[in-house]
Nanobody
């Protein structure tokens, strides 16, 4: 049984920061590529950041230089540090095992960037 639990979302002003966490269970976390997606109202779910089992990272152009994905294999947790937040970052954020079939999702955590 795979379980993914996102946390850390909330309301933040433009320019502020949040750190999201995703705790994973039911899989061999250390060998899995992990990712963060987000979905805003009326938009498709999009990949924000990914991190391989070896620690290589990639980011959507819209968040490069502002977001950082990381992982702690001992804690079975992947993080998304979000800085310089913009209103367009407002969305529900989800983590996932990128190469798992079927795709697994957590419940998501809401991030709202507003003044």
């Amino acid at each position: 049984q795979v379980q993914l639990v996102e946390s850390g979302g909330g309301l933040v002003q433009p320019g502020g920061s949040l750190r999201l966490s995703c705790a994973a269970s039911g899989t061999i976390f250390s060998i899995m590529d992990m990712g963060w997606y987000r979905q805003a109202p009326g938009k498709q779910r999009e990949l924000v950041a990914g991190i391989t089992s070896g620690g290589s990272t990639n980011y959507a152009d819209s968040v490069k230089g502002r977001f950082t994905i990381s992982r702690d294999n001992a804690k079975r947790t992947v993080y998304l540090q979000m800085n310089s937040l913009k209103p367009e970052d407002t969305a529900v954020y989800y983590c996932t095992l990128l190469r798992a079939i079927p795709r697994y999702w957590g419940q998501g955590t809401q991030v709202t960037v507003s003044s």
